[in-house]
């Protein structure tokens, strides 16, 4: 018999709950209550021939605490006049918090609320919106909203978050919480202290004018020639904040960006030429880099979907970007260091060339084999050597490294 239980009138009142409609009918003032929960119960025909179970039915629903049942009279041929609950309905806030189990929910979340009405009243529209929210952030709202009102009266610090002179307000406390930051900030301070260009979390800083961690760049020049700074070989490691970086425009001609630490270390000299040591995906620290669109290009990442998303990615940048070592030829060379990818990517990649395109289809696809992937460091030396000479002239590339292979 498909009659409503108590738990199931639980269940109604909880999905009340977990969409947030209870708190947030407190913010507003609009109250929900008496609220009715719908109720099933038997038929004309099933409190004739299972009265028995019916009375149990409605002895159930008569113990249930904090709910009122709205009843209909009935008569029974044999058991003469009795009454069936039609409605059940939950008369006050604190019926339902008790019925929850949420009284301490409820009391906390009314507090946040005094606290946010008294000292940024800005806010009260977003706890309306995200009261769940809101109660697992209880332990720190206070901090938070210093924070908000600190940076109402300091509007684009530019200092570190460190240097925030706050209890309790650290950078690590407000990386952990740069997702409602953004939220309440957007709504509480002057758009004069908020730079729309720097939206996403990882531009926290930049969009409400704290000073960031300098982006840096790791290099190696890879001509004795060519040296930048006095002593300077072929073999010096050097890192520069990306500023600095942009600044030097070396009179260089070709660019390797390698993924693999020891690549970058081992890579050989070459004429005219600088190594960076890449970072996997992002690409910012090179954005403003631009001496780097008269260079000649070069990436070397693994042959896997990823490594041909991150190539994808650098050439929004640099369009001109040559993939290096990441063909089809070395990929089958190397079959024997074959390993799989954990976790592949399927989406399109707009900016690969056909032969490029192409092995990542195949890859995609797994038509090479099930999750295929030939890192970096993995492929001789005696090849890499091979493909810089021949990039003397790069028609000459592909048997390069069917020389070096062979």
Not at 42 to 62: D, G, K, M, Q, V
Not at 80 to 102: C, E, H, S
Request: aromatic content about 10%; glycine content about 6%; charged content about 25%.
């Amino acid at each position: 018999m498909n009659w409503t239980r108590p738990a199931d009138l639980r269940a109604q009142l909880q999905k009340q709950w977990d969409r947030g409609a209870l708190l947030a009918a407190t913010v507003s003032g609009e109250s929900q209550f008496p609220l009715r929960l719908a109720l099933r119960g038997p038929s004309s025909a099933e409190l004739t021939y299972n009265f028995e179970a019916a009375r149990r039915w409605i002895a159930e629903l008569a113990e249930m605490p904090h709910c009122r049942l709205e009843m209909r009279e009935f008569r029974h041929r044999v058991f003469g006049a009795n009454a069936v609950p039609v409605a059940a309905w939950i008369d006050t806030l604190d019926d339902a918090a008790r019925l929850l189990g949420k009284r301490q929910e409820f009391s906390r979340f009314a507090a946040l609320l005094a606290s946010t009405r008294e000292r940024q009243p800005l806010l009260v529209p977003w706890l309306a919106k995200r009261p769940l929210r809101a109660l697992e952030l209880h332990d720190q709202w206070a901090r938070l909203l210093d924070l908000v009102g600190w940076l109402q009266a300091h509007p684009r610090p530019g200092i570190y978050l460190r240097q925030v002179d706050l209890a309790g307000i650290h950078s690590k406390f407000v990386e952990a919480n740069r997702a409602v930051l953004t939220e309440w900030l957007d709504l509480t301070l002057p758009s004069d202290a908020i730079d729309p260009t720097c939206s996403g979390v990882g531009k926290f800083a930049g969009r409400y004018g704290f000073l960031d961690k300098p982006l840096r760049v790791r290099f190696r020049i890879l001509d004795d020639a060519k040296a930048i700074l006095p002593g300077m070989n072929a073999g010096t490691d050097v890192t520069l904040d990306a500023q600095s970086f942009a600044r030097l425009n070396p009179t260089l001609t070709r660019i390797f960006i390698t993924e693999n630490e020891i690549n970058f270390l081992a890579f050989p000299p070459f004429p005219d030429s600088m190594v960076i040591f890449g970072s996997g995906y992002g690409f910012s620290m090179l954005a403003d880099v631009a001496w780097l669109q008269d260079c000649r290009m070069h990436y070397w990442g693994d042959i896997d979907t990823h490594g041909f998303a991150i190539l994808d990615q650098l050439r929004h940048l640099f369009g001109h970007v040559d993939s290096f070592l990441m063909d089809r030829a070395t990929l089958m060379a190397f079959h024997e260091q074959w390993s799989m990818e954990d976790t592949q990517l399927v989406r399109d990649l707009a900016r690969l060339r056909p032969d490029e395109q192409a092995l990542y289809d195949d890859l995609r696809g797994n038509r090479l084999g099930g999750q295929v992937r030939l890192e970096q460091e993995r492929i001789a030396f005696g090849s890499v050597e091979a493909a810089m000479r021949s990039l003397s002239d790069p028609s000459e590339l592909s048997a390069a490294h069917s020389t070096a292979r062979a």
